[in-house]
C-alpha cells in the first residue's frame, strides 16, 4: 500500500506541476506582447519580491505540518494532528499580515531599491497573495500530512487558471484604459499593465484559497470522526509544537533560498569575470541572458515532476518512522529514489540530444543567441541527474528529521560552485560556460553527500542496477535514436520546427518502450498507475 501512496501522490502532484507549468506559458507568452519591455521591467522586480516573501513563508512550514501531522496519525493520534494544524493556521496568519504590511507599506522604497520606482504600484497589487497563500499552504500542508495530495493539486491549478485568466484580462484592460479621471490614471500604460498582471496572482491566491476551503469544508466530518477516535497519546505545550514547527521549517526555508540565492549571486560574478577575460560589458550581459534567460529556465522545467517525488515522500517516510516500520520506510526511499531516476535521466539525456534544436524552436527570433546557448543547455542538463537525486533525497531527510542536512550539503556544492565560476569564467576558453559547470558540479556534489546521509540515516538498499543503470541504458538508447530521427528528418524536411517535434514525440515513446524492455518497473509498479491494467495486458511480457 506504501508504493501505492507514493506513486499516486507524486503522479497527482506532477500532473498538477505540469499542468501549472503550461498554464504558466500561456501566462507570460501573451503578456509580454502586449506589455512590451518596458512593462515586463515593471512586472518582474514585484514578482521577485513577492517570491522572495513566499519561500520565507512558504518553503519549511508546510513540509513541518506534514511531517508533524503523518507522524501523529501514525500512531492513531488524529486529535494532536488537527492541533498542529490549527496552530500552524495561527502561525501563517502572523507571517501573511507582516509580510502584506511590509510589502504594500513599503512598496515604494522597495521599488527605489529595486532602480525601478514605476514597480510599486505592481508591487502593492501582489502584495495581498502574501496573506492568502501562507494560508492556503497550511492547508496543503495538513491533507499532505494525510497523504491526500489531491487539494493540494486542485488548489494549485484553480490558482493557476485565476491568476492567468484574470491577470491577462487586468493587463489587457488597464493597460488600454483610455484616458479618463480614474485614480489608476495618475500611472502610466506600462505600470498599470504589469499591476493587472500581478493582481491576478492576488486573485489566483483567493481562488485557490476558496477552492481547498471547500475541500477542508466536505472533509470535515471525516476529520471531527476521526477526532473523536483519536488515540490521545501526550499533549504537547502550544509553545511547544510551535517550536517544533519553527525547528523543523526554519532549516528548509534557509535550504530552499540558497538557490534563488545562487543564481542571484551569478548576476555579478558572471559579467564581472567575462569582462576580466576581455569581454565588452553589453557582451558580458548577453552571454549571461544566454545563460539565466535562454538555458537555464529549460533546466528547471523538470523540477516540477521531482517535487512531486520529494514532497510525496516526506509524510509517508516519516509516518513509518515514527511508528519503525523501518522496512516500509527503506522501501519507499528505493522506491522514490528510483521514480526520480526514471524522469530525472530522460530529461536530462532528452535536452542534451537536441539542445540546438530546442533553442532554435523556442527562440526563432533571435537565432545566433539561441545556437550561442545551447551548448550552455547540453552542460546545465548534466545537472539535471545530479539535481533529481539530490531533491529527493532532501525529501527523505527531511521526513526523518535530519533536515539540516540536506541545507549543509547544498550550501558546500554552492560555495564549490562559486569557486569555480569564478576561476573559469574568467578563462576566455570557458567563458560562461565555467559557470554552467560550476551549477552542474554544486548539483552533483549535493546528490552525493544526500545519498550518503540517505544511506546512513535511513540503512536504505539501493539496488544500482534497477535504480540508476537501467533508466540510464534506456536514456542512451533514446539519446541515439532521438539524434539519428532529427538529422534524418532535418535531411529531407526543411526547417526546424517539425524535425524537432517528430524527434521529441519519438523520444518519449523510444524511452518508454525501453523501461518495459530493461525492465526498470515491476508489473506490480505499473498496476498502481492510472490506466495500469491495460499497460500490463500490452506489455505484460517485459515485465518482471
Known amino acids: 500500500?506504501?508504493?501505492?501512496?507514493?506513486?499516486?501522490?507524486?503522479?497527482?502532484?506532477?500532473?498538477?506541476?505540469?499542468?501549472?507549468?503550461?498554464?504558466?506559458?500561456?501566462?507570460?507568452?501573451?503578456?509580454?506582447?502586449?506589455?512590451?519591455?518596458?512593462?515586463?521591467?515593471?512586472?518582474?522586480?514585484?514578482?521577485?519580491?513577492?517570491?522572495?516573501?513566499?519561500?520565507?513563508?512558504?518553503?519549511?512550514?508546510?513540509?513541518?505540518?506534514?511531517?508533524?501531522?503523518?507522524?501523529?496519525?501514525?500512531?492513531?493520534?488524529?486529535?494532536?494532528?488537527?492541533?498542529?494544524?490549527?496552530?500552524?493556521?495561527?502561525?501563517?496568519?502572523?507571517?501573511?499580515?507582516?509580510?502584506?504590511?511590509?510589502?504594500?507599506?513599503?512598496?515604494?522604497?522597495?521599488?527605489?531599491?529595486?532602480?525601478?520606482?514605476?514597480?510599486?504600484?505592481?508591487?502593492?497589487?501582489?502584495?495581498?497573495?502574501?496573506?492568502?497563500?501562507?494560508?492556503?499552504?497550511?492547508?496543503?500542508?495538513?491533507?499532505?500530512?494525510?497523504?491526500?495530495?489531491?487539494?493540494?493539486?486542485?488548489?494549485?491549478?484553480?490558482?493557476?487558471?485565476?491568476?492567468?485568466?484574470?491577470?491577462?484580462?487586468?493587463?489587457?484592460?488597464?493597460?488600454?484604459?483610455?484616458?479618463?479621471?480614474?485614480?489608476?490614471?495618475?500611472?502610466?500604460?506600462?505600470?498599470?499593465?504589469?499591476?493587472?498582471?500581478?493582481?491576478?496572482?492576488?486573485?489566483?491566491?483567493?481562488?485557490?484559497?476558496?477552492?481547498?476551503?471547500?475541500?477542508?469544508?466536505?472533509?470535515?466530518?471525516?476529520?471531527?470522526?476521526?477526532?473523536?477516535?483519536?488515540?490521545?497519546?501526550?499533549?504537547?505545550?502550544?509553545?511547544?509544537?510551535?517550536?517544533?514547527?519553527?525547528?523543523?521549517?526554519?532549516?528548509?526555508?534557509?535550504?530552499?533560498?540558497?538557490?534563488?540565492?545562487?543564481?542571484?549571486?551569478?548576476?555579478?560574478?558572471?559579467?564581472?569575470?567575462?569582462?576580466h577575460a576581455g569581454y565588452g560589458y553589453e557582451e558580458a550581459k548577453s552571454l549571461y541572458g544566454q545563460l539565466g534567460g535562454f538555458a537555464g529556465s529549460l533546466v528547471y522545467f523538470p523540477q516540477v515532476l521531482i517535487q512531486a517525488v520529494a514532497m510525496s515522500l516526506v509524510p509517508l517516510v516519516s509516518s513509518y518512522y515514527r511508528t519503525g516500520d523501518l522496512d516500509l520506510m527503506r522501501s519507499n526511499v528505493s522506491l522514490g529514489l528510483r521514480m526520480s531516476c526514471i524522469i530525472g535521466f530522460p530529461c536530462a539525456l532528452g535536452l542534451m540530444s537536441l539542445s540546438e534544436p530546442i533553442m532554435l524552436l523556442l527562440y526563432p527570433a533571435q537565432t545566433e543567441s539561441a545556437i550561442s546557448a545551447a551548448d550552455l543547455l547540453f552542460t546545465l542538463s548534466i545537472g539535471i541527474v545530479f539535481l533529481s537525486v539530490s531533491q529527493t533525497l532532501t525529501g527523505v531527510l527531511q521526513g526523518i528529521g535530519k533536515q539540516m542536512i540536506p541545507v549543509m550539503n547544498l550550501a558546500i556544492g554552492v560555495a564549490v560552485k562559486i569557486a569555480l565560476t569564478w576561476i573559469l569564467t574568467g578563462i576566455p576558453a570557458f567563458n560562461v560556460q565555467g559557470a554552467a559547470i560550476g551549477t552542474v558540479c554544486a548539483f552533483a556534489i549535493a546528490s552525493i553527500l544526500n545519498y550518503t546521509a540517505a544511506r546512513k540515516y535511513t540503512g536504505a538498499s539501493i539496488n544500482k542496477k534497477n535504480t540508476f543503470g537501467k533508466p540510464l541504458l534506456a536514456s542512451l538508447i533514446m539519446y541515439g535514436a532521438v539524434v539519428g530521427i532529427y538529422k534524418l528528418l532535418a535531411h529531407f524536411i526543411s526547417g526546424n520546427t517539425l524535425p524537432t517535434l517528430i524527434a521529441i514525440i519519438a523520444g518519449v515513446i523510444i524511452y518508454a518502450a525501453m523501461i518495459f524492455v530493461t525492465r526498470a518497473v515491476t508489473k506490480e509498479e505499473i498496476t498502481r498507475l492510472p490506466k495500469g491494467a491495460k499497460l500490463i495486458r500490452v506489455f505484460g511480457k517485459f515485465l518482471r
Not at 46 to 73: C, D, H, Q, W
Not at 158 to 167: H, L, P
Not at 200 to 225: C, E, Q
Open 1 to 275: 500500500m506504501s508504493g501505492k501512496t507514493l506513486i499516486k501522490g507524486a503522479a497527482t502532484l506532477g500532473a498538477a506541476g505540469l499542468i501549472v507549468k503550461l498554464l504558466g506559458a500561456a501566462f507570460r507568452i501573451p503578456l509580454v506582447n502586449w506589455i512590451g519591455d518596458t512593462g515586463m521591467a515593471n512586472y518582474n522586480p514585484a514578482y521577485y519580491i513577492y517570491n522572495f516573501f513566499i519561500i520565507l513563508a512558504t518553503a519549511g512550514i508546510p513540509v513541518a505540518i506534514s511531517k508533524m501531522v503523518s507522524e501523529r496519525m501514525a500512531v492513531g493520534d488524529f486529535a494532536e494532528a488537527h492541533r498542529v494544524f490549527k496552530l500552524s493556521m495561527m502561525l501563517m496568519t502572523a507571517i501573511g499580515t507582516v509580510s502584506f504590511l511590509i510589502l504594500f507599506i513599503f512598496a515604494d522604497p522597495i521599488a527605489v531599491l529595486c532602480n525601478n520606482p514605476q514597480a510599486a504600484l505592481a508591487m502593492r497589487a501582489i502584495s495581498p497573495c502574501l496573506i492568502f497563500v501562507p494560508l492556503q499552504a497550511a492547508y496543503r500542508g495538513y491533507f499532505q500530512g494525510m497523504q491526500n495530495m489531491r487539494p493540494t493539486a486542485v488548489s494549485q491549478v484553480t490558482e493557476q487558471f485565476f491568476r492567468v485568466a484574470i491577470g491577462l484580462f487586468l493587463a489587457y484592460t488597464l493597460f488600454n484604459m483610455a484616458a479618463g479621471g480614474d485614480l489608476l490614471m495618475n500611472f502610466d500604460k506600462y505600470e498599470r499593465g504589469a499591476a493587472g498582471a500581478t493582481f491576478g496572482a492576488t486573485a489566483g491566491s483567493v481562488g485557490g484559497l476558496l477552492i481547498i476551503l471547500l475541500i477542508y469544508g466536505f472533509s470535515r466530518k471525516a476529520i471531527k470522526y476521526r477526532i473523536r477516535r483519536s488515540q490521545n497519546k501526550e499533549s504537547e505545550r502550544n509553545g511547544e509544537i510551535l517550536k517544533r514547527i519553527l525547528m523543523i521549517a526554519v532549516p528548509i526555508t534557509i535550504g530552499a533560498s540558497i538557490m534563488p540565492l545562487m543564481n542571484f549571486l551569478d548576476v555579478p560574478i558572471v559579467i564581472g569575470r567575462l569582462q
